[in-house]
């Protein structure tokens, strides 16, 4: 299992959609982030 993680600034729009596109891909565990402090999920 590979671990991928999608990330963008805010976590809102970029990361999460990536997240959803693969996250049932049986070989990877996808998370999404962002690096602001403003983000969903940081």
């Not at 809102?12 to 565990?29: A, C, D, I, M």
């Amino acid at each position: 299992m590979r671990n991928v993680l999608f990330i963008c600034s805010r976590n809102q729009w970029r990361s999460p959609t990536g997240e959803q596109v693969r996250k049932h891909h049986p070989e990877l565990n996808v998370r999404s982030a962002g690096t602001s402090q403003k983000a969903k999920k940081q």
